[in-house]
């Protein structure tokens, strides 16, 4: 049934950007600025272009398996073996993040607007947006994806120009913040912040041919450095460095400076319809993709027996860290800093060993023809 | 004096009841409905199964279940003879078919059923024919003037052709009627006298002349009562399918508007059409169509709203799937888009199909007034559906936990106008919906005269006493009364109830989580809708996924003249409604799509 399923360029970029930049509403501005300090935004601009650098490598690698997601790949290179260690690094990997973003989320949310409700009860609404999500299918994620994120876009950039009164562009010095070595050398790990893009390898199939594969990944990382990029800048020109530090949830606390008027003093809230839509869509999207990857890896013929006992592994993992502060600190120290070897070292590898054993097939084939 | 006695009498002492037979509906026993010699074959069966239940243990339900299945097959092979009665074909035999057509008419237990013998007089012979028609069904002048005048009188004229054929001098000599059919099965016989047809059987020929004679008492083309417009056209459908057909077809004077017909239901036979024009409308669509309607299996249907639901894709999506509409222009403006529409007789609403979730928001109104009133009129009715869906529970959440976005002085006014409710605002709140759902749902059903009286009183409680005895707040009047107002607002009857069932949704939702739950339920309802399909179009089209050409019309319509194509996501033969320059007098030489605008 999942062969069925096409989708356009525009439904794959924007659930792309929307799996990527979901961070952005998170902690990710505070995170840049404590790494880099004021110059947060270069690190962006660094990082983004050794991601195009490397997706540039990707889809060159890529080029050969037209239509064909991570998983078909590693069966080429390495069989069954290296096809069930793909699918499993795949799903552990979604599984770890999505906890965490789960958490985060619910956490954040409790803090906002539901200070005395439970946190299980809280996740209890993500959890059942995400599991309604995969059982309608990635065709509905991704249709509903194409109405809100562009919603959900308008929105963040109204947030963050609307408190262009508190604009100070004195906040942006010292240029490079907290030294060179900070901004490149620690800042290279960084490229994890475009870790999601590795389920452009998942979308392959629905997207069909390379040039598609091209486009979508390219516009999704453009895109997503953009909204990166003025986040981090409209954040840093907002709040002086000393404070930015401090503010757990960035976007929300530009939003609650939006002042017009006597009578829009706290729009605030609204930024909970934000909030809570991108949550959805992003938990949605990448529960799906954990049943499917496993679904795919292990040959199996259904997807939605296994809805329900994900979301119960899931929404228990999510419970696991005693705090936020450890969701955060689990997010940030581990994985953000070394997932990228996960989700573009490792491709890169199962490309290249694919690569190598179709021409080695291909040499083969050649040889036998030469022989006879 | 003696009759005060017996009313003393009946008052203080005990009155024996009289013994009445009174009526039970009993099972149908198939004992009942069989003939005398199938009973006795059954008496003996009973006697041979009560035999052998002495012999078995547990041998009740053997014969129960034996005399069950006994009585399917009596039922089976008695519906077979009828069928077969159907289907056989017209005697050459006159008192032949006279007996056939009492039998299958049940006459004279069938009271409307009128037979009347008569002699046709060919020269100098009297050859004997008889007429049937339901009374009350058919035109009585058209029968005694075109049907019975001509062949009881006219008949002696002088015969020009060739004698022997008699059936095609009746048929082209002697019935001057304007559409006469022949036929040589009862079944297809009895199928026009059914719908208001008459059936003429002569004696020495094998087949029946009918004809179209219907005349029964049906209302007039009126002004349709849902979706009233002020500027365009002010007729709407009636209950009869022709008229109904002629109002498309006298818009759409195109050969290829095709009419095809069908009949569903198969005690009520009612006739349907499905009209689609040929060159436009995606065939799969149309087949797809047909298939649904001609793979119906039911009795009756009364009303295309029943239709509608034998027919649309997902009985459980809180959304019609399809458009019933009273209009004929709306129909016809479909129809010119790619879509197919159904007409059922009996039913004044007309189905069109596919749809996608904006359709049910455009008014016919938008297109004939002028670009920039139309989008006033959508976007003002995108905000009242908006109303009457979120309102409730965005008050409650807002309420409940986001104070904070209630400027301070109309924090001041709802707390001060709350203060002596006794409620929870959810409690109240759904009191008062509830409250408003009732005077609408009695509004409905109570005879004309005291409707009025109905709206006054549930004003003057909900309005002024509720509030006057703190049972809620004014406050919460205003939100109760403008999320009623903008449920009016919707077009669509169907989709109105829709946004009712889903406001209570929102309500509980939002009293359970504020802004969190509201969006948790959109999304929800979001992902729901985006994976409905109707006809196979995705509802949300153009939106998820997106298409071309569909942006023209949409949420907001741009100016008549841009409205070059056809909505892509229909699939029709031809993409394309206007020129690429429209309006000829602006054409001053220029090329290209967009030079109308110069």
Redesign the interface.
């Known amino acids: 049934m999942s062969s069925k399923i096409i989708f356009g360029k525009w439904e794959g970029t924007v659930l792309l950007i929307n799996l990527i930049c979901t961070q952005i509403i998170l902690g990710f501005p505070r995170v840049m600025t404590e790494m880099a300090g004021t110059a947060a935004w270069i690190t962006i601009i660094y990082v983004s272009v050794i991601m195009l650098v490397a997706f540039w490598l990707i889809s060159k690698l890529y080029s050969r398996f037209e239509g064909m997601d991570i998983i078909d790949i590693s069966q080429i290179a390495g069989g069954g073996i290296l096809r069930v260690i793909t699918g499993l690094v795949m799903t552990a990997y979604i599984m770890y993040i999505i906890s965490i973003v789960l958490r985060e989320f619910a956490e954040d949310m409790k803090v906002i607007i539901l200070p005395e409700s439970p946190i299980s009860f809280v996740t209890l609404f993500f959890v059942a947006g995400m599991i309604v999500g995969a059982y309608l299918g990635l065709e509905a994620i991704v249709r509903l994806g194409a109405i809100f994120i562009p919603l959900i876009t308008i929105g963040f950039l109204f947030i963050t120009i609307g408190v262009s009164p508190y604009y100070d562009m004195a906040n942006l010095f010292p240029v490079l913040g907290a030294g060179p070595e900070k901004i490149f050398g620690e800042g290279f790990f960084r490229i994890s912040i475009f870790s999601a893009a590795s389920i452009l390898f998942f979308i392959a199939p629905y997207i069909r041919t390379n040039r598609n594969f091209k486009i979508v990944g390219y516009a999704s990382i453009l895109i997503s450095s953009c909204l990166f990029l003025w986040s981090v800048l409209s954040y840093i020109m907002v709040f002086p460095y000393t404070v930015s530090i401090e503010n757990f949830l960035p976007i929300y606390q530009m939003a609650r400076l939006i002042n017009y008027g006597r009578f829009f003093q706290r729009v605030e809230s609204v930024f909970v319809f934000i909030w809570a839509a991108t949550a959805l869509l992003y938990l949605s999207g990448a529960f799906y993709f954990i049943i499917h990857i496993f679904r795919k890896t292990f040959k199996l013929e259904y997807e939605k027996p296994l809805i329900a006992p994900f979301a119960i592994l899931i929404f228990n993992i999510s419970l696991l860290p005693p705090n936020l502060a450890t969701a955060i600190q689990l997010e940030e120290e581990y994985f953000r800093k070394y997932i990228w070897i996960v989700t573009i070292v490792f491709p890169i590898i199962v490309l290249s060993i694919a690569n190598i054993s179709q021409k080695r097939k291909k040499g083969e084939r050649k040889g036998e023809k030469a022989v006879e | 004096m003696e009759g005060y006695k017996k009313i003393i009498k009946k008052l203080l002492f005990f009155n024996e009841p009289k013994k009445m037979e009174r009526f039970v509906l009993k099972e149908t026993s198939s004992k009942e409905n069989r003939t005398e010699d199938s009973a006795e074959n059954n008496a003996e069966k009973d006697k041979q199964y009560r035999a052998r239940r002495r012999k078995e243990p547990g041998g009740i339900r053997k014969i129960d279940r034996g005399t069950d299945e006994s009585s399917k097959k009596e039922k089976e092979i008695q519906k077979e003879d009828e069928n077969k009665r159907k289907d056989s074909e017209v005697s050459v035999y006159l008192s032949h078919n006279l007996t056939s057509m009492k039998r299958l008419y049940n006459i004279p237990m069938n009271g409307d059923v009128v037979i009347r013998e008569f002699d046709i007089i060919l020269k100098d012979r009297a050859v004997g024919a008889f007429i049937i028609f339901f009374d009350g069904m058919t035109d009585r002048k058209v029968i005694n003037n075109n049907i019975l005048q001509p062949l009881m009188m006219l008949s002696s004229l002088e015969i020009k052709k060739a004698e022997e054929d008699i059936a095609e001098y009746i048929k082209k000599q002697i019935l001057p009627h304007n559409q006469m059919k022949e036929f040589t099965s009862y079944r297809k016989i009895m199928d026009e006298v059914n719908f208001g047809g008459c059936a003429i059987f002569v004696d020495g020929i094998a087949k029946a002349f009918t004809g179209d004679v219907k005349g029964w008492e049906h209302r007039g083309v009126e002004r349709p009562n849902t979706e009233l417009v002020i500027r365009g056209p002010q007729e709407g459908f009636t209950e009869t399918i022709r008229t109904n057909t002629a109002l498309i077809r006298k818009r759409l004077k195109d050969e290829d508007l095709i009419c095809q017909n069908f009949e569903i239901g198969e005690r009520s036979n009612t006739p349907c059409s499905m009209m689609y024009i040929k060159d436009i409308a995606n065939e799969s669509l149309v087949e797809e169509v047909a298939k649904r309607l001609k793979s119906l299996k039911v009795d009756y249907l009364s009303d295309s709203g029943e239709l509608e639901q034998f027919i649309e894709d997902s009985s459980f999506l809180p959304a019609p799937q399809i458009i019933a509409t009273e209009r004929p222009d709306r129909v016809a403006t479909a129809l010119t888009e790619g879509r197919v529409a159904v007409i059922m007789h009996g039913s004044p609403f007309v189905l069109i199909m596919p749809i996608t979730a904006e359709d049910m928001v455009k008014s016919p109104e938008d297109n004939y007034v002028r670009f920039p009133y139309g989008n006033l009129f959508r976007l003002i009715r995108y905000f009242g559906i908006a109303l009457s869906l979120l309102l409730p529970g965005l008050y409650i959440a807002?309420t409940n936990?986001?104070q904070?976005?209630i400027?301070t002085d109309l924090l001041f006014s709802i707390e001060a106008a709350r203060e002596m409710v006794p409620f929870p605002s959810v409690i109240e709140i759904l009191i008062m919906e509830i409250a408003f759902e009732l005077i609408r749902e009695a509004g409905i059903r109570i005879p004309g005269p005291i409707g009025p009286t109905l709206g006054i009183i549930g004003a003057l409680i909900l309005g002024q006493a509720a509030v006057a005895a703190n049972i809620v707040s004014p406050v919460l009047i205003i939100i109760v009364a403008v999320t009623g107002i903008g449920s009016f607002a919707a077009p669509n009857f169907s989709l109105a109830f829709s946004f009712r069932i889903l406001r209570f949704a929102f309500i509980i939702i939002g009293a359970m989580?504020?802004?969190?739950?509201?969006?948790?339920g959109?999304?929800?309802y979001?992902?729901?809708l985006?994976?409905a399909k109707s006809f196979g179009v995705?509802f949300?089209v153009p939106?998820?996924?997106?298409t071309a050409n569909a942006f023209t019309d949409s949420i907001l319509r741009a100016p008549i003249w841009k409205q070059e194509r056809r909505p892509d996501y229909l699939n029709p033969k031809d993409d394309r409604r206007q020129a690429p320059i429209s309006r000829g007098w602006m054409d001053n030489g220029s090329k290209g799509e967009d030079e109308d605008e110069q």
């Open positions: 807002i936990y986001h904070e976005m400027p989580a504020g802004f969190l739950g509201i969006t948790t959109l999304f929800i979001g992902m729901w985006v994976s995705p949300l939106f998820g996924p997106k």
